[in-house]
């Protein structure tokens, strides 16, 4: 691995103020590491953020969940708090990677990230989250850019994830039998005031399938799915999944998340 | 370089290290510790597997400037006054393993299990061991002797 | 003192492995060691024009950069086929040089081209950065089936053509099947599998100028064998300058058979620039460059009656070498593979047509079974096709065609010289609960789901020997093995065996084997094996051959040790060597109670004489000292034989396959370490299990490999498998003293096509192809819906 300055920060503005095109930010590293290296990322400067106590920590008020950036998928797992208040939020943390990961890896590194198999955007999308950062607040559905991107600005940190607790809700993937990633997740929650089907795995970058939505709004079952069609125009293709494997997935464990809400 | 000061299987350790350091590197390379193994680049394998502060870790996904203060245990620092811990124990009693290369890591892993759960169901310890492969045993021991430590432990 | 054999035993070499203290060759470190990055083709075929090193050679750390120009001037010697096979034709193979660092060529990705040598690993790699190759890329051969039809890849080897090999009788089996009431057909695509040992490979070598001796320590099975050829064929340095150590190795499945490019590399270039190197693989370089298993594309034809009596068989093969043919390369698609497709049948006539090819993909070698389980998914797959085909239960099918009689002689080669099909398939069925099937069924498609049953009879030839046979196939080398044991002086036993362990736990069943021989606590006796400076010449691990032939050896030296010892009690006791007898470690006097014990009987041949209380005068004629060793050269492979059931239940919506019951009734003749064999037979049976439904190398067209890491080529998982059910049949080998077979390659052997007779039941006979993955599964379910409506 080629050499880099790790810094410890020991508070947001010191954070952001080190930070610049040559660096990064480092949570859990669960992505950050791999791919230094493997040669795919390199940085003069690394920004440790987990010693920032701020940024870490579970909230839990009648409406909202909020998470702090740097806490741990085990964490997220493990709340009680999190288990009552938005059970599925809970049980998608517990299926992020393997134990190890769950003790490592943070719930802002993979928003950041925004990995188009990760699990938690889809929560973000499907329960109407509010990233707060160190210096504004942006809604989910306008946070995530496309593959790998988001609308982060350098410098700009994640401080913390607010959740919508909905009425009900339910996550379900089916892993790459390989990386264990999603091939296809879909997070379906139903709120006072509407519906998301939250699809990640399936296209570049997660999204919110209004088609989905629009149905379960007039009649809230699995049976009602089956009158979707979901194209399978714009979803990824690879030697795990065919995109319209991918769409019928995206149907199946629609049905799925449903069942179990 | 960065100085870091950490407790490994007991012992308190101060070195200076270059800041890009992988505590698997660490253990393996600056200490000696050669039980942690390395049998991937992607962070999949496990055979690094580490305890960090009690709870298990890949050392290869780590960096060991950002472990500073840390208490480490590695599979060297399992075994007290020369007997064995029981989930080695169990292991050895249930041939959970062959070759050996995955052992450290899967030992490592299955006692955080218990730490988080008792007494585990088989498809929990299937389910937690996702993060450790192994090539020789088709895991059926591996979970056997999992089940017999949760009985010893 | 009770018998070991049959006991189960815990390993003996477990503590070390379990409090990390094993001892890897990438946890060896020899004081001023540079390390050693290989620069690879990333093409799979190109030509090399020219390799610009200068501006590399001076970055920081860098010690020296070698490449294939330095190999051939130095005329350093390449990597070879151990087996010569011929053609149909009476033709010689053609096989391609395969130099240890690519000069004019590079023919797949990963190909080494040049090495650099620094102070660090990481100015090592930030020097291969900065070494220039400049490659014309040729259009690469990378689709088996086109690849007769494609450009040469080596010079000289028209059609890509190793070989085109034929074991049988064509005009036989013509009129075989001129007689048949049904002709089966099957189209088999034998998928490519990596390995995977969890140890990628590695080595470290020392080069001792003074006494120009060169240390490798290498992943190896066979560390005698990798001497010779580094020897012999590399020209490295003669053998007595050639010590290789294969220390603890963290499994090979084959794929450390092989003597591999960084070894010889490492090892010539020791002594070039006089510094101690380690090289320890990347996972990907493991992938790219460990040498690769399977990768068949097969037609078979089966002759039946409508009673379902075989009349004959037809195997027709293009077998993938890869790039080069390496040591098993050619033999694994050939003998280990064509005798055992016509199963474990009587089959009046049969042949085997291998053609071997070369393409622009990594070189592809003996894996976990090395062409039986190829031959065994054939003749499983085409007799559970004529079941169907014939409205015939499979069970039937096949023990209509069981023999009856052993010794059996199998159509295409094999002497059988013992077994019992039927009892393994009875007690398979009974502990399958195979006529609770149909409830089960019931109750999956209560659920939307589908069900399915399959079953595997197989039998296998491995225990890789006897030296006469496999020579006059082909083998460069005698396949026996050699064991010494050693007394020490105050009783405790040492033996050297020419056998080694990556998993198979010899340090333990060896013991057990010794222990019942000599009447020796376990704990007094040491197996030493993995060192060329410790022990004869050994040939090594692979073949399941470790017991039958390796521990046999061990076998014959202990009873040489009788011999000798018995000698020297007759005189120690005054009798005749005709009444002592040797019972549980004592030398007794027959009708008296004088004995000696083996210890004692050790200690006097050390101290050949009398003063004060020693009492012991050699016999005349004897040496002194208790070392004794044997070379084992079996009369025959042994056959271990079983049956495997299993059942699977598939999500039509998804097509995601659930294992959910397997059972593996196995015959391994005596069994030394039940605890033992039944961790083999699990690991086996995840490595088959794994073929059938999840691992799958896949090349593109270009000939990059697009399954390269952990993240693309799925590695089976604890979650991945049910809870295996073992049983066990005997009938004892009657090659060898103490009645085994070999057990290590048979759950690999059984499980594919059990599994994939399960998955394509459950579709209503829908063939697939291997691997089963979701996707698969989910578009047959599709097809077979539709078939299902236009019939209704």
């Given at each position: 691995?080629?050499?880099f300055n790790y810094h410890s920060a020991k508070d947001v503005k010191e954070a952001s103020k080190l930070a610049?095109?040559?660096s990064a930010f480092l949570a859990?590293g669960?992505?950050?590491?791999?791919?230094?290296?493997?040669?795919?990322?390199?940085?003069?400067n690394i920004i440790d953020i987990k010693g920032i106590k701020?940024l870490s920590?579970?909230?839990?008020?009648?409406?909202?969940?909020?998470?702090?950036?740097t806490?741990?998928?085990?964490?997220?797992?493990?709340?009680?708090?999190?288990?009552?208040?938005?059970?599925?939020?809970?049980?998608?943390?517990?299926?992020?990677?393997?134990?190890?990961?769950?003790?490592?890896?943070?719930?802002?590194?993979?928003?950041?990230?925004?990995?188009?198999?990760?699990?938690?955007?889809?929560?973000?999308?499907?329960?109407?989250?509010?990233?707060?950062?160190?210096?504004?607040?942006?809604?989910?559905?306008?946070?995530?850019?496309?593959?790998?991107?988001?609308?982060?600005?350098?410098?700009?940190i994640?401080?913390?994830?607010?959740?919508?607790?909905?009425?009900?809700?339910?996550?379900?993937?089916?892993?790459?039998?390989?990386?264990?990633?999603?091939?296809?997740?879909?997070?379906?929650?139903?709120?006072?005031?509407?519906?998301?089907?939250?699809?990640?795995?399936?296209?570049?970058?997660?999204?919110?399938?209004?088609?989905?939505?629009?149905?379960?709004?007039?009649?809230?079952?699995?049976?009602?799915?089956?009158?979707?069609?979901?194209?399978?125009?714009?979803?990824?293709?690879?030697?795990?999944?065919?995109?319209?494997?991918?769409?019928?997935?995206?149907?199946?464990?629609?049905?799925?998340?449903?069942?179990?809400? | 370089?960065k100085k870091i000061d950490v407790?490994?299987?007991?012992?308190?350790?101060?070195?200076?290290i270059?800041d890009h350091?992988?505590?698997?590197?660490?253990?393996?390379?600056?200490?000696?510790?050669?039980?942690?193994?390395?049998?991937?680049?992607?962070?999949?394998?496990?055979?690094?597997?580490?305890?960090?502060?009690?709870?298990?870790?890949?050392?290869?996904?780590a960096f060991a400037t950002d472990l500073n203060g840390s208490?480490?245990?590695?599979?060297?620092?399992?075994?007290?006054?020369?007997?064995?811990?029981?989930?080695?124990?169990?292991?050895?009693?249930?041939?959970?393993?062959?070759?050996?290369?995955?052992?450290?890591?899967?030992?490592?892993?299955?006692?955080?299990?218990?730490?988080?759960?008792?007494?585990?169901?088989?498809?929990?310890?299937?389910?937690?061991?996702?993060?450790?492969?192994?090539?020789?045993?088709?895991?059926?021991?591996?979970?056997?002797?999992?089940?017999?430590?949760?009985?010893?432990? | 003192?009770?018998?070991?054999?049959?006991?189960?035993?815990?390993?003996?070499?477990?503590?070390?492995?379990?409090?990390?203290?094993?001892?890897?060759?990438?946890?060896?470190?020899?004081?001023?060691?540079?390390?050693?990055?290989?620069?690879?083709?990333?093409?799979?075929?190109?030509?090399?024009?020219?390799?610009?090193?200068?501006?590399?050679?001076?970055?920081?750390?860098?010690?020296?950069?070698?490449?294939?120009?330095?190999?051939?001037?130095?005329?350093?010697?390449?990597?070879?086929?151990?087996?010569?096979?011929?053609?149909?034709?009476?033709?010689?193979?053609?096989?391609?040089?395969?130099?240890?660092?690519?000069?004019?060529?590079?023919?797949?990705?990963?190909?080494?081209?040049?090495?650099?040598?620094?102070?660090?690993?990481?100015?090592?790699?930030?020097?291969?950065?900065?070494?220039?190759?400049?490659?014309?890329?040729?259009?690469?051969?990378?689709?088996?089936?086109?690849?007769?039809?494609?450009?040469?890849?080596?010079?000289?080897?028209?059609?890509?053509?190793?070989?085109?090999?034929?074991?049988?009788?064509?005009?036989?089996?013509?009129?075989?099947?001129?007689?048949?009431?049904?002709?089966?057909?099957?189209?088999?695509?034998?998928?490519?599998?990596?390995?995977?040992?969890?140890?990628?490979?590695?080595?470290?070598?020392?080069?001792?100028?003074?006494?120009?001796?060169?240390?490798?320590?290498?992943?190896?099975?066979?560390?005698?064998?990798?001497?010779?050829?580094?020897?012999?064929?590399?020209?490295?340095?003669?053998?007595?300058?050639?010590?290789?150590?294969?220390?603890?190795?963290?499994?090979?499945?084959?794929?450390?058979?092989?003597?591999?490019?960084?070894?010889?590399?490492?090892?010539?270039?020791?002594?070039?620039?006089?510094?101690?190197?380690?090289?320890?693989?990347?996972?990907?370089?493991?992938?790219?460059?460990?040498?690769?298993?399977?990768?068949?594309?097969?037609?078979?034809?089966?002759?039946?009656?409508?009673?379902?009596?075989?009349?004959?068989?037809?195997?027709?093969?293009?077998?993938?070498?890869?790039?080069?043919?390496?040591?098993?390369?050619?033999?694994?698609?050939?003998?280990?593979?064509?005798?055992?497709?016509?199963?474990?049948?009587?089959?009046?006539?049969?042949?085997?047509?291998?053609?071997?090819?070369?393409?622009?993909?990594?070189?592809?070698?003996?894996?976990?079974?090395?062409?039986?389980?190829?031959?065994?998914?054939?003749?499983?797959?085409?007799?559970?096709?004529?079941?169907?085909?014939?409205?015939?239960?499979?069970?039937?099918?096949?023990?209509?065609?069981?023999?009856?009689?052993?010794?059996?002689?199998?159509?295409?080669?094999?002497?059988?010289?013992?077994?019992?099909?039927?009892?393994?398939?009875?007690?398979?069925?009974?502990?399958?609960?195979?006529?609770?099937?149909?409830?089960?069924?019931?109750?999956?498609?209560?659920?939307?789901?589908?069900?399915?049953?399959?079953?595997?009879?197989?039998?296998?030839?491995?225990?890789?020997?006897?030296?006469?046979?496999?020579?006059?196939?082909?083998?460069?080398?005698?396949?026996?093995?050699?064991?010494?044991?050693?007394?020490?002086?105050?009783?405790?036993?040492?033996?050297?065996?020419?056998?080694?362990?990556?998993?198979?736990?010899?340090?333990?069943?060896?013991?057990?084997?010794?222990?019942?021989?000599?009447?020796?606590?376990?704990?007094?006796?040491?197996?030493?094996?993995?060192?060329?400076?410790?022990?004869?010449?050994?040939?090594?691990?692979?073949?399941?051959?470790?017991?039958?032939?390796?521990?046999?050896?061990?076998?014959?030296?202990?009873?040489?040790?009788?011999?000798?010892?018995?000698?020297?009690?007759?005189?120690?006791?005054?009798?005749?060597?005709?009444?002592?007898?040797?019972?549980?470690?004592?030398?007794?006097?027959?009708?008296?109670?004088?004995?000696?014990?083996?210890?004692?009987?050790?200690?006097?041949?050390?101290?050949?004489?009398?003063?004060?209380?020693?009492?012991?005068?050699?016999?005349?004629?004897?040496?002194?000292?208790?070392?004794?060793?044997?070379?084992?050269?079996?009369?025959?492979?042994?056959?271990?034989?079983?049956?495997?059931?299993?059942?699977?239940?598939?999500?039509?919506?998804?097509?995601?396959?659930?294992?959910?019951?397997?059972?593996?009734?196995?015959?391994?003749?005596?069994?030394?370490?039940?605890?033992?064999?039944?961790?083999?037979?699990?690991?086996?049976?995840?490595?088959?299990?794994?073929?059938?439904?999840?691992?799958?190398?896949?090349?593109?067209?270009?000939?990059?490999?697009?399954?390269?890491?952990?993240?693309?080529?799925?590695?089976?998982?604890?979650?991945?498998?049910?809870?295996?059910?073992?049983?066990?049949?005997?009938?004892?080998?009657?090659?060898?003293?103490?009645?085994?077979?070999?057990?290590?390659?048979?759950?690999?052997?059984?499980?594919?096509?059990?599994?994939?007779?399960?998955?394509?039941?459950?579709?209503?006979?829908?063939?697939?192809?291997?691997?089963?993955?979701?996707?698969?599964?989910?578009?047959?379910?599709?097809?077979?819906?539709?078939?299902?409506?236009?019939?209704?």
């Amino acid at each position: 691995m080629k050499t880099f300055n790790y810094h410890s920060a020991k508070d947001v503005k010191e954070a952001s103020k080190l930070a610049s095109s040559s660096s990064a930010f480092l949570a859990g590293g669960m992505t950050t590491i791999p791919s230094m290296k493997l040669g795919l990322a390199t940085y003069k400067n690394i920004i440790d953020i987990k010693g920032i106590k701020k940024l870490s920590g579970i909230k839990v008020s009648g409406k909202a969940v909020t998470i702090g950036a740097t806490t741990k998928h085990a964490e997220v797992a493990n709340s009680k708090e999190i288990k009552k208040a938005i059970p599925s939020l809970a049980a998608l943390a517990e299926g992020i990677g393997d134990p190890q990961v769950r003790n490592r890896g943070t719930i802002g590194g993979s928003i950041a990230n925004n990995d188009p198999a990760a699990d938690y955007p889809s929560a973000c999308i499907a329960l109407n989250a509010v990233i707060h950062t160190n210096s504004r607040k942006i809604d989910a559905e306008k946070f995530f850019k496309g593959m790998f991107e988001t609308v982060l600005k350098s410098g700009e940190i994640i401080e913390a994830i607010e959740f919508q607790v909905p009425q009900k809700s339910n996550y379900q993937k089916f892993p790459n039998p390989a990386s264990r990633y999603a091939i296809v997740g879909v997070y379906v929650a139903k709120h006072k005031n509407g519906i998301n089907v939250a699809v990640t795995g399936a296209k570049s970058c997660v999204y919110n399938d209004k088609d989905l939505a629009k149905t379960l709004s007039s009649n809230f079952s699995a049976a009602s799915i089956n009158n979707v069609r979901v194209s399978s125009s714009g979803m990824n293709s690879d030697i795990h999944a065919s995109a319209e494997y991918r769409a019928n997935m995206v149907k199946v464990f629609a049905k799925k998340a449903v069942e179990a809400c | 370089m960065k100085k870091i000061d950490v407790e490994i299987n007991g012992k308190r350790i101060s070195k200076e290290i270059p800041d890009h350091t992988l505590l698997s590197d660490f253990l393996r390379n600056i200490l000696n510790l050669t039980g942690t193994h390395i049998g991937c680049d992607t962070s999949q394998c496990g055979a690094c597997v580490v305890h960090v502060n009690g709870r298990s870790i890949k050392s290869c996904t780590a960096f060991a400037t950002d472990l500073n203060g840390s208490k480490i245990t590695t599979i060297e620092g399992l075994a007290k006054n020369g007997k064995m811990h029981p989930m080695q124990e169990a292991f050895k009693k249930m041939h959970g393993l062959q070759c050996g290369f995955c052992t450290p890591g899967m030992v490592m892993s299955a006692i955080d299990l218990l730490k988080n759960k008792k007494n585990p169901s088989d498809k929990e310890i299937r389910d937690w061991l996702e993060g450790n492969i192994c090539r020789c045993t088709g895991y059926q021991n591996i979970v056997a002797a999992v089940k017999e430590a949760a009985s010893k432990m | 003192m009770a018998s070991l054999v049959g006991s189960r035993v815990e390993r003996k070499e477990d503590k070390r492995f379990l409090t990390g203290k094993g001892r890897y060759t990438s946890d060896i470190n020899i004081a001023n060691q540079t390390y050693a990055v290989f620069i690879r083709s990333p093409h799979a075929r190109a030509k090399i024009k020219k390799i610009d090193t200068s501006k590399a050679l001076k970055a920081s750390g860098v010690v020296d950069i070698l490449t294939g120009e330095h190999i051939a001037k130095d005329k350093i010697g390449g990597l070879i086929a151990g087996w010569a096979i011929r053609s149909e034709d009476g033709s010689e193979m053609k096989c391609p040089p395969n130099p240890p660092l690519a000069k004019d060529n590079a023919n797949f990705v990963g190909d080494p081209v040049a090495v650099v040598f620094a102070e660090t690993l990481d100015e090592a790699k930030t020097a291969a950065e900065l070494v220039k190759v400049d490659y014309k890329v040729l259009k690469a051969v990378s689709n088996l089936a086109d690849t007769m039809n494609s450009e040469a890849i080596h010079e000289g080897i028209d059609k890509n053509l190793c070989y085109d090999w034929l074991l049988g009788d064509r005009q036989k089996v013509k009129e075989a099947f001129d007689k048949a009431d049904k002709i089966i057909k099957l189209d088999i695509i034998n998928n490519r599998l990596i390995p995977n040992a969890m140890e990628p490979r590695a080595c470290v070598v020392d080069y001792n100028t003074a006494s120009e001796e060169i240390t490798c320590y290498t992943t190896s099975q066979n560390p005698h064998l990798s001497r010779l050829i580094m020897s012999a064929f590399g020209g490295v340095a003669p053998e007595n300058k050639l010590r290789v150590v294969a220390p603890d190795v963290g499994g090979g499945f084959g794929s450390k058979i092989n003597l591999y490019n960084e070894e010889i590399v490492c090892s010539w270039a020791s002594k070039k620039i006089e510094r101690p190197i380690k090289w320890v693989a990347e996972r990907t370089e493991s992938f790219l460059t460990d040498t690769h298993g399977r990768d068949h594309i097969t037609h078979a034809e089966l002759a039946v009656t409508n009673d379902g009596k075989f009349l004959g068989f037809k195997n027709e093969t293009i077998a993938n070498l890869g790039a080069y043919a390496r040591v098993f390369g050619t033999v694994t698609p050939t003998y280990l593979f064509g005798p055992c497709a016509t199963g474990v049948y009587v089959m009046p006539a049969a042949y085997s047509n291998v053609k071997a090819v070369y393409t622009n993909t990594a070189p592809v070698d003996a894996y976990r079974g090395a062409g039986r389980p190829e031959a065994t998914y054939t003749i499983e797959r085409i007799v559970d096709k004529a079941a169907t085909e014939l409205g015939m239960d499979p069970i039937e099918i096949r023990m209509k065609n069981f023999p009856t009689e052993f010794p059996f002689k199998q159509t295409l080669v094999h002497q059988v010289d013992s077994g019992d099909y039927a009892a393994g398939l009875n007690k398979a069925k009974e502990m399958a609960d195979y006529d609770g099937f149909a409830a089960r069924k019931k109750a999956s498609e209560s659920k939307g789901k589908l069900r399915g049953i399959g079953v595997t009879t197989y039998f296998e030839a491995c225990g890789i020997a006897p030296s006469p046979v496999v020579m006059m196939l082909g083998c460069g080398v005698g396949l026996w093995e050699s064991a010494e044991v050693r007394f020490n002086p105050t009783g405790q036993v040492t033996v050297y065996t020419g056998s080694h362990s990556h998993g198979q736990s010899h340090q333990t069943t060896f013991a057990q084997i010794t222990a019942d021989e000599l009447g020796v606590p376990i704990e007094n006796i040491d197996i030493v094996h993995g060192d060329t400076d410790k022990g004869t010449f050994g040939m090594g691990t692979y073949g399941s051959r470790s017991l039958t032939v390796g521990g046999i050896a061990i076998v014959n030296a202990c009873k040489k040790i009788i011999t000798k010892g018995k000698k020297i009690a007759a005189k120690m006791l005054e009798a005749s060597e005709e009444d002592v007898e040797f019972k549980n470690g004592e030398f007794v006097v027959a009708k008296s109670n004088k004995k000696k014990t083996i210890g004692e009987v050790a200690f006097a041949s050390y101290l050949p004489g009398v003063r004060d209380e020693v009492k012991s005068p050699l016999p005349e004629g004897e040496e002194p000292g208790l070392v004794e060793s044997s070379f084992f050269d079996p009369a025959n492979f042994s056959f271990p034989a079983g049956s495997h059931i299993c059942e699977v239940e598939i999500d039509p919506e998804t097509g995601d396959v659930k294992l959910d019951k397997y059972t593996a009734v196995d015959d391994f003749g005596t069994i030394v370490n039940p605890l033992i064999v039944e961790g083999q037979v699990h690991g086996g049976l995840a490595q088959g299990i794994g073929q059938a439904l999840h691992e799958n190398a896949q090349y593109d067209e270009s000939g990059q490999l697009i399954t390269a890491s952990y993240m693309d080529y799925t590695m089976p998982r604890a979650d991945n498998f049910p809870e295996f059910n073992i049983g066990f049949t005997c009938t004892k080998a009657t090659t060898n003293p103490l009645g085994v077979k070999g057990c290590g390659e048979a759950g690999t052997i059984a499980a594919t096509p059990t599994v994939m007779n399960a998955v394509i039941n459950a579709l209503g006979g829908e063939e697939i192809s291997l691997p089963a993955t979701a996707e698969k599964v989910w578009k047959a379910c599709k097809s077979a819906k539709k078939t299902d409506a236009k019939a209704a």
